[in-house]
């Protein structure tokens, strides 16, 4: 007697199930309508749900922008280390210094390229912010004053975008959770009744059930994957 085999969807990520159980509705295509159980239209509407959260989560999108933000603040300081570093040769002596104690602020911090986004910020809003209290007239002296001001409204960006998605993840995260679940356990239960009914008899449910397999074969081959 041919039986749906077990997928093993825990280990599994939210979006790999989601594809998986889209899947099975798709394979309901197999039933003729005599044999269609009345339970796969409950089904279909938890996947849907399930799916539709995921749709929503926006927190991809917000992690673009603060790595976008991030990024402009590096662009913002390097700028600033370019021209010191070409300032420090001037031949007038206190353009000399300035540009010099420009350099001298960023050499403290060390390097602030190869870290996590929020380190990288953090430290580079220091930086930012060392050097602006050299005062306005050094900065204007040796033109970087726009880069510094410029530093500081990506710094303010990159927070705003930060506690958005901090935010927004804590309140998705529930509903995602929830409404896998949900369909998870929906999945399991037309399972159940499918091998109950094909028990029986197993005729119209045997193309089905050879497609189904086929789908958990190959869930549980990822399963199998990540564990490596």
Do not use: W
Not at 97 to 126: C, E, H, M, P, W
Not at 189 to 199: M, Q, T
């Amino acid at each position: 007697m041919k039986l749906i085999i077990n997928a093993n969807l825990g280990r599994l990520a939210n979006r790999k199930v989601a594809t998986f159980l889209l899947q099975v509705i798709e394979a309901t295509r197999l039933f003729d309508t005599e044999s269609k159980p009345e339970y796969i239209n409950i089904y279909s509407d938890k996947v849907n749900q399930f799916y539709n959260h995921l749709k929503n989560d926006s927190t991809v999108t917000l992690t673009e922008q603060i790595v976008d933000a991030v990024d402009k603040m590096k662009i913002d300081v390097n700028c600033i280390i370019n021209i010191c570093r070409g300032l420090k040769f001037s031949l007038d002596p206190e353009i000399s210094k300035i540009a010099k104690r420009v350099l001298k602020i960023v050499d403290k911090y060390g390097n602030y390229t190869r870290l996590g986004y929020f380190a990288s910020v953090n430290k580079l809003i220091q930086i930012t912010e060392e050097i602006e209290s050299l005062g306005t007239e050094s900065l204007t002296k040796i033109s970087i004053n726009s880069f510094v001001e410029k530093a500081k409204s990506d710094y303010e960006s990159f927070m705003k975008i930060y506690n958005e998605r901090t935010e927004f993840a804590e309140a998705i995260k529930g509903k995602i959770a929830q409404s896998r679940q949900e369909a998870v356990d929906s999945y399991k239960k037309l399972v159940s009744y499918i091998n109950g009914i094909a028990g029986i008899n197993p005729e119209p449910y045997d193309d089905f059930i050879t497609e189904m397999n086929g789908l958990i074969i190959r869930a549980n081959q990822m399963v199998s994957k990540s564990k490596d």
